[in-house]
């Protein structure tokens, strides 16, 4: 039977000490609600149901941009654990399975430490995800006896045996959702922190002769952010993960630790990627393409053989067929380069599609925006534009068309003509020292004046 999820997600994150909910910060280019709601998809729930609270209406939105069917339920005030899933109760109303409660502020759960979960369900009727840490801290601690789960006691209620276990509680925790719900109606909040604690569920379930145990996980898994330092440390953690795996899967980083890649960044095999590149989300590269040094991607596919930079950015829309060139400072947004199609130069291409083994000359510029719309530029295949030809779309270029470097392209080019737009050339024989000397005896006469 299929499990639902329930991704807690109402705190405030004070120590944040920011306008915006925490679980809207983000790690990659992704909220770290993205991250929860991304690992917990991986278990194909039956639904999903984010417990939202501070900035509900922004939190509800980047929930449903992953998942467009997740439920969101509003806590109000958030008076602890316990409380925050039992606001997701009439949102499972008629679900038999499973519940699953995540926290929307750890971001690197694995699917597979959620599938031993469910595993071990099927011998224990409550599952908690424990894990250990090099420093305890604050966390809720589990007391084992065996592989017994006994109870969760908090850091705050624990005493001196209690804190001395190593064990800790991630607040990951797996149940038959009418159970759980059934026993947060019991909890209680006469503890320390006058919070309905969800942890409380386990000694419940173990004092009704139900059974409890822990499943364990590497403590990368659950590091949970509650600082600026935290999530610093999980964008770190993030990119140490993601230049390994590139790695592994055939990507050459000549300089891995100055490279960033976004949550969903797809690199072929035997693509070379130099120092200093950033990709923002939504890049996927095929292999055997180069990016060199200090380009910045988002939003873009490259074909095979495509060679990026160094100095270049590509924003999104933005496709480069096989083989095709961006070189130093020219900016690409929302425009295709046809095959072996060149751009090397301190350009500017919008809105554009340039066709195949076509060459834009130093300093190109396409002229898409009027001040009100965008417009598109249309180049056929093997044209050559001239540098410094500013394209004032919305325009069409033929195949074979050229253009005048310095051109300023306003009408339609028809396939294998020249076009030369700009004003013809007048050269004035001695005029140039003649005018030298006009405005040095002007100069002088000025400073005599002045005297
Ligand atoms: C909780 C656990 C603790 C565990 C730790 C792991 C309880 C009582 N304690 O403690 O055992 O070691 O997590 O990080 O469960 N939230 C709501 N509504 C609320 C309260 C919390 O949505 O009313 C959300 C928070 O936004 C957060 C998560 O639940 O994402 C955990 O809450 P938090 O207050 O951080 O719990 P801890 O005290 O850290
Ligand atoms: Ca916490």
Redesign the pocket.
Known sequence: MATALIV??????TRMKSDRP??LHEVAGAPLLAHALMAGRQIAPARTVV????GAEAVSHAARAVDRNARVVV?A????????VA?AAPALEGHEGDALVL????PFIRPETLARMERARAEHDIVVLGFEPADPG????LVMEGDRLDR?V??KDAGPDERAIAL????VVAAPAALMFELIEAVGNDNA?G??????IVGLARARGLTATAVTCDAAE?L?V?SRTDLAAAEAAFQARARAQMMDDGVTLTAPETVHFAFDTVIGPDTVIEPNVVFGPGVTVAGGARIRAFSHLEGTHLARGAVVGPYARLRPGTELAAGARVGNFVEVKNAGLGEAAKVNHLSYIGDAQLGAGTNVGAGTITCNYDGVSKHRTQVGRNAFIGSSTMLVAPVTLGDDAMTGSGSVITEDVEAGALALARARQVNKPGMARKLLEILKARKKKAAEGAD
Not at 77 to 84: F, N, S, Y
Not at 168 to 171: K, M, P, R
């Open positions: 807690l997600a109402a705190g405030k994150g925490k679980v417990v939202a609270g501070h806590q005030e958030q008076l602890g654990t316990a409380h925050a606001q926290y929307g502020d750890t604050r966390y809720g601690r969760i908090e850091f800790c509680n991630s607040g922190a919070e309905y604690y969800l942890t409380d659950t949970g509650n």
